[in-house]
């Protein structure tokens, strides 16, 4: 979603239904379909009129890159430095890619659009298969293959690298943007700083991921919602302490999960010294890493 506008990206087909946010409850929500040559696990950013939608890599799994295009599928501007694409943020004026060897970074404003690569520092190698943004900082955050995060500087072309001790299978932003909560393949659940990337925290709480569907995570405010692979339980801890507040079956093992209607109310019975009133803009990420 972004301006109020929702972009399903169908990867049979390889094209993309646009619709409004504010239409979707509708019975017949008015759909248009924008369509990029063949299909591949792609994704789609709409613009007002226009649509950021990926471009198949003949012979690859992903996409080498996006083109702009008119809701009639009219190419107008081809973006195709970005290998293995997958992954995207938005924040403002900016889309954000991840690439197979750096992000692929779009400033929405200019006509034609400015697009530039920021690269992987020098010798440190890895792939930026998820992006995510949080209004409360200025930087994008993605991961760096598996035993890494990156933060993304659009207006310096930086990018910082913060290891991790373990591969990572799952990582967002708290509600109000003070840390980054990441599960890794060991079971552990951490509070990472989103500035300098230190462990803040770290507990644990499901068993180790091997294989098959991975643990996912969802984020209400002051809550971390944490799914185990193996028994179907949900864990809902507070997004600082990690502390387990409730646990319950989910009568199946979720593939993926989000949090709606939460209100953080006068019930709870922990107080959070932060603040929760600041404004929240749209940020969204194209899956995990694979």
């Known amino acids: 979603e972004n301006d109020g506008v929702v972009a399903v990206y169908n990867d049979g087909a390889g094209d993309a239904s646009l619709m409004k946010l ?9 759909v248009d379909v924008v369509s990029n040559g063949p299909s591949h696990h792609g994704v789609a950013v709409p613009l ?16 080498k890159g996006v083109d702009l295009v008119d809701l009639d599928s009219t190419v107008l501007q081809e973006l195709h430095d970005c290998p293995l694409l997958h992954g995207s943020a938005t924040a403002g004026e900016w889309v954000v890619f991840g690439c197979g060897d750096s992000v692929l970074a779009i400033n929405t404003t200019d006509s034609p659009m400015e697009a530039y690569n920021i690269p992987s520092p020098d010798g440190e190698e890895g792939r930026v298969g998820t992006v995510i943004k949080h209004p409360r900082w ?6 760096h293959g598996s035993l890494a995060l ?3 500087d659009v207006m310096e072309r930086s990018m910082d690298i913060f290891p991790v001790p373990v591969d990572v299978r799952g990582f967002g932003f708290t509600s109000d943007g003070y840390s980054i909560v990441a599960i890794t393949e060991d079971g552990q659940v951490h509070t990472i700083s989103p500035t300098d990337g230190n462990i803040t925290k770290s507990v644990e709480l499901i068993a180790p991921y091997e294989s098959g569907t991975r643990p996912a995570l969802a984020f209400a405010p002051g809550r971390v919602v944490v799914s185990d692979h193996s028994t179907g339980e949900i864990y809902v801890l507070d997004d600082e302490s990690l502390d ?6 989910a009568d199946g093992i979720p593939q993926s999960m989000t949090v709606v209607g939460w209100e953080f109310g006068d019930d709870d019975d922990d107080d959070h010294d932060h603040d929760h009133d600041h404004d929240h803009d749209q940020n969204h990420g194209h899956g995990d890493d694979d």
């Open 150 to 152: 990156s933060k993304i």
């Open 244 to 249: 387990t507040l409730m646990v319950f079956d």
């Open 48 to 63: 007002d009129d226009q649509v950021l939608i990926s471009i198949a890599d003949a012979g690859e799994g992903l996409p």
């Open 138 to 143: 200025d930087f994008f955050i993605g991961n």
């Open 22 to 30: 504010s239409e979707i409850r509708q019975e017949k929500p008015a």
